[in-house]
């Protein structure tokens, strides 16, 4: 690559250019605007943990980004530019000497060239911890990555180069650790303070506009994926609820993500979906904001499985609906009588969009959360259900609640157990009036 005087050392020459003769103005070139933005749609890195308690490294892997190079001269011509990553150049080519020049370029790098936004995905991710049941469960999340880009101009015999950032938004998924029975999740800590220095008197949170993106399989071997990438923009941060919907009538159940707040000061909230297609394909995809009547446009998704299994032509089936408890509810049965000791007959049932595996806790008003207790989710006339029942002794006057929490999620009311105990029995139950 020619050598080029850089910004920096043309400055000293300032002074000098305003006693030269009118002859030499305007020989440097001028640079009128060089930027570089991201285009297309972010790649996903993935952070795991090795301790089974909070999010530890990144993943290793290569990805690409897209950004639109332009570059524009007042004075010159655009000979060379180049973009690096940290300390790593990822591209670089020849411009063909015009005043202007605009492309969409794609941006080959490394997770090892991430540098301090390594450690930010890590820390992006243990920022969903709140009462550490979260690392139970896949979450999604959103870091960015600077670009620096550099331009090499041109009049004449004079040359010079100029640089300007980039700021790429890249989607973070955090992976979840395996439950086990034997797992005792920690106690839940206060809910997280809103950043009240992004709101102003009166504002109230919105979400802008949806997007989606697909990324389509590189093949047309099947069995295969595809992945649909839903963004969000929002006025500040805050949950957005949202359903994928497919061409055809199919749709997901509601799925709730987080607005964080982006390097540019903006406010994104992402969510990656991955489709499994195992016979050919052709359909469209868009993503709705529940309740507020804001919807992306429809992308298309056409995969014909020309070669491997498939080729049948059938739809793949929608997006793949993750285990969710929709609600909880507690009832208890207590003393019939005023004698005790007595029993009581606490029930719980939790309504769930699948069958599965429900985690929860019993937490008594007051108290401390109890060992997580675990039921299956079964097939009911009304969707599915699963349901727990326990048996209490009372051996003295008693005026409490209870309540169930999924960790993370549905919370019953409390329901009250009182027993006044004013008739004491030397040993077993008798009948009372």
């Not at 992006?124 to 620096?148: H, P, S």
């Amino acid at each position: 690559m020619p050598n080029y005087r850089t910004l920096g050392l043309a400055l000293p020459l300032l002074a000098a250019s305003l006693s030269a003769p009118a002859a030499m103005a305007g020989q440097w070139p001028k640079f009128d605007h060089i930027t570089l933005t991201p285009a297309g749609i972010p790649p996903m890195l993935v952070v795991e943990s090795e301790n089974g308690s909070s999010w530890t490294k990144l993943k290793p892997s290569n990805f690409l980004l897209s950004g639109v190079v332009d570059i524009k001269m007042d004075k010159g011509k655009v000979v060379w530019f180049w973009v690096k990553h940290g300390n790593k150049e990822i591209a670089q080519s020849f411009t063909g000497g015009n005043k202007s020049f605009k492309k969409e370029v794609n941006l080959p790098t490394k997770t090892v060239n991430l540098g301090i936004a390594a450690l930010s995905a890590v820390s992006a991710c243990n920022a969903k911890l709140v009462t550490g049941a979260e690392i139970y469960k896949e979450q999604y999340t959103g870091i960015t990555a600077d670009l620096e880009l550099f331009a090499a101009a041109e009049t004449g015999s004079e040359k010079l180069t100029r640089s300007n950032f980039g700021s790429f938004p890249i989607t973070v998924k955090c992976l979840p650790v395996p439950i086990t029975e034997d797992i005792e999740q920690p106690e839940p800590a206060p809910p997280p303070v809103a950043d009240v220095d992004d709101l102003k008197p009166g504002q109230k949170f919105k979400v802008r506009s949806a997007a989606l993106g697909i990324h389509k399989p590189q093949s047309n071997v099947c069995p295969t994926t595809a992945q649909i990438n839903a963004r969000f923009e929002t006025n500040f941060d805050g949950k957005v609820t949202f359903i994928y919907r497919q061409a055809g009538g199919g749709k997901s159940a509601p799925i709730t993500v987080t607005s964080k707040k982006m390097p540019n000061g903006k406010f994104f909230a992402v969510h990656n979906q991955v489709v499994d297609i195992k016979k050919a394909m052709n359909t469209k995809y868009m993503v709705e904001v529940v309740g507020k009547g804001i919807i992306s446009d429809w992308e298309s998704l056409n995969v014909p499985c020309k070669i491997g299994l498939g080729g049948g032509g059938d739809l793949a089936q929608p997006p793949a609906v993750p285990m969710k408890v929709l609600s909880a509810q507690l009832g208890i049965q207590g003393p019939k009588t005023k004698a005790c000791p007595a029993k009581a007959k606490m029930t719980a049932w939790f309504k769930t969009n699948k069958a599965g595996k429900v985690g929860f806790r019993l937490v008594k008003k007051g108290g401390q959360l109890g060992p997580m207790i675990f039921v299956n989710a079964v097939k009911a006339p009304s969707g599915y259900m699963a349901t727990y029942s326990k048996e209490l002794s009372i051996h003295q006057p008693l005026n409490t609640a209870y309540s169930v929490i999924i960790p993370g999620g549905a919370q019953s009311k409390f329901v009250p157990l009182k027993a006044s105990c004013s008739v004491k029995l030397p040993g077993g139950l008798k009948s009372g009036s």
